[in-house]
Nanobody, 115 residues
Framework: QVQLAESGGALVQPGGSLRLVCTAS????????MGWYRQIPGKRRELVAG????????YYDPSVKGRFTVSRDNAKNTVYLQMDNLKSEDTAVYYC????????WGEGTEVTVSG
């Protein structure tokens, strides 16, 4: 069974920080590169950050590079996204998935940057 569970989203002021957490089932996490994606209503879901299956490399969209950090704990089937210096344009629903993504998506976690 494929499971993806994202958490950690919240309402935060500009300049603030959040840490998103994604726990995935073994069959989607183990041995795979993982990514964080986000979707703004009315727009396509986009890749924000990706991490190699053994954390050897990471990718960041230029809009978040230097502000977001992706990491993973392979013993816990968990991937993290540390988001610092948040901006209003980071407001979106955030999802995790394999990288490249599969067709299965979790419910996501909502991040709202406002204030």
């Amino acid at each position: 069974q494929v499971q993806l569970a994202e958490s950690g989203g919240a309402l935060v002021q500009p300049g603030g920080s959040l840490r998103l957490v994604c726990t995935a089932s073994e069959n989607i996490f183990s041995g795979n590169n993982m990514g964080w994606y986000r979707q703004i209503p009315g727009k396509r879901r986009e890749l924000v950050a990706g991490i190699h299956k053994r954390s050897l490399t990471a990718y960041y969209d230029p809009s978040v590079k230097g502000r977001f950090t992706v990491s993973r704990d392979n013993a816990k089937n968990t991937v993290y996204l540390q988001m610092d210096n948040l901006k209003s344009e980071d407001t979106a629903v955030y999802y995790c998935n394999k990288w490249p993504a599969t067709d299965y998506w979790g419910e996501g976690t909502e991040v709202t940057v406002s204030g």
